[in-house]
């Protein structure tokens, strides 16, 4: 079998990536959402895998894994690499976790990331209006992550939240220490949000990336008695091209509160230093992003030696980055605690795809299926008609 093709077409806002064979048997993989601007950047690693064999992964990523970055220049990577295992697994008749060594989960528990309604606003009574609303979701989430602080709005719409001047700009621009009052006024709704969810649903935040490491342990001290599963980014993360370790470490060791970071690191080497020197209790690489599933798998186990747990991240990487989310982590070790549930918009993306169940999450976790591959397919026809101008060769 050899690759033939390596197209990329923007459906809805999401970058797909399409591996086509000489046998007939292609592959597919997924951008997140908020990045239609990689498909360029796919097209040009064309030349590096066509007349390669798909089913050896890991020659294919050997010629392109080093021409890529921290995020978002490791997603068109990430998603050939996603890809090329549905090739895989297709041409073995096989799904993909079996590739990956089997499994040892029949279930695989998600957070709710995504599944929210839009915040009234920014007092401790929104806060807890929305966590109501996201605790009755029918999909039974055990888990609920909700942004705070520099992630999100709160920031903004506070008064005097932050000694720093309010930067304008995509991504979570702001970063500066805390006023007392901003400090005050995370707790607050934090301590709402708990109110509500008690001990029946966990909560973890993403506060960041943004906070001093002065005030980043302040604020997880003095969150420590609501037992909260882990704060996110605080120092770096999302779109911030280095990991310092270092200050992680510094605010970690000072608290029991768990701190978590990973999501926009590229490749396992750039997870190193932050797990050998045990810098947060939680890692969230996204499959998307960080040079793929293997790529995801090989730092979830390298993680759990270190005895730091694993949450991989996956908001915005639509069908295809949540059937690569349950292949990998069925064959993920006991430091996996769930992976954030993706969100497809809009909502006529499950009409395009087949193979996903019904009920995509039944009390908070998902089913792993057995079909070849990643165990979805487009519906073809359905999803030409959402093809834009220029891509309509894309299923040919």
């Not at 050899?2 to 990536?17: E, F, H, M, N």
């Not at 089997?102 to 807890?128: F, I, M, S, T, W």
């Not at 609303?133 to 932050?162: C, R, S, W």
């Not at 995370?186 to 909560?203: F, I, N, S, W, Y």
Request: hydrophobic residues 40%.
């Amino acid at each position: 079998m050899k690759i033939v093709d390596l197209r990329c077409a923007v459906i809805g806002q999401s970058p797909i990536v399409r591996i086509v064979t000489d046998e007939g048997v292609d592959g597919f993989g997924e951008i997140e959402s908020s990045k239609p601007y990689m498909r360029p950047v796919v097209e040009m690693y064309r030349n590096f895998l066509v007349g390669e064999d798909p089913t050896d992964v890991e020659r294919c990523l050997l010629k392109i894994r080093r021409f890529a970055g921290f995020k978002p220049w490791g997603s068109a990577v990430s998603a050939i690499e996603i890809a090329l295992w549905d090739v895989a697994g297709k041409a073995a008749g096989l799904p993909v976790y079996k590739l990956l060594g089997g499994k040892v989960r029949d279930r695989v528990r998600v957070y709710n990331g995504g599944v929210r309604p839009q915040l009234k606003g920014h007092q401790p009574e929104d806060y807890a209006e929305a966590m109501a609303q996201m605790k009755a979701a029918p999909e039974g989430f055990t888990l609920i992550k909700e942004g705070v602080a520099y992630h999100g709005f709160m920031v903004q719409n506070t008064a005097d939240f932050t000694y720093g001047e309010l930067r304008t700009g995509p991504r979570h621009p702001n970063r500066g220490p805390l006023t007392e009052r901003g400090l005050k006024h995370t707790v607050a709704c934090v301590e709402a949000m708990k109110e509500v969810l008690g001990d029946e649903v966990g909560l973890a935040l993403d506060a960041g990336p943004g906070f001093t490491v002065p005030d980043a342990i302040r604020l997880l001290r003095a969150l420590e008695p609501l037992n909260l599963m882990w704060v996110e980014d605080l120092l770096t993360g999302d779109y911030v091209p280095w990991v310092h370790a270092d200050q992680y470490r510094e605010v970690t060791v000072a608290t029991s509160t768990p701190t978590h970071t990973g999501e926009q690191i590229y490749l396992r080497q750039n997870f190193k230093d932050l797990i050998s020197t045990q810098a947060v209790r939680v890692v969230g690489p996204d499959p998307c992003d960080v040079g793929g599933i293997a790529e995801l798998k090989w730092v979830a186990e390298y993680a759990d030696l270190h005895g730091v747990q694993i949450v991989p991240h996956g908001v915005l990487d639509g069908v295809f980055g949540l059937a690569a989310l349950v292949q990998v982590c069925a064959t993920l070790p006991d430091n996996f605690i769930a992976f954030e549930y993706p969100v497809a918009k809009p909502d006529w993306w499950y009409s395009i795809v087949t193979g996903l169940p019904e009920r995509i999450v039944v009390d908070g976790s998902i089913e792993v299926w057995d079909r070849p591959g990643l165990g979805i397919e487009f519906d073809r026809e359905a999803a030409a008609a959402h093809l834009h101008p220029g891509d309509e060769g894309f299923f040919a």
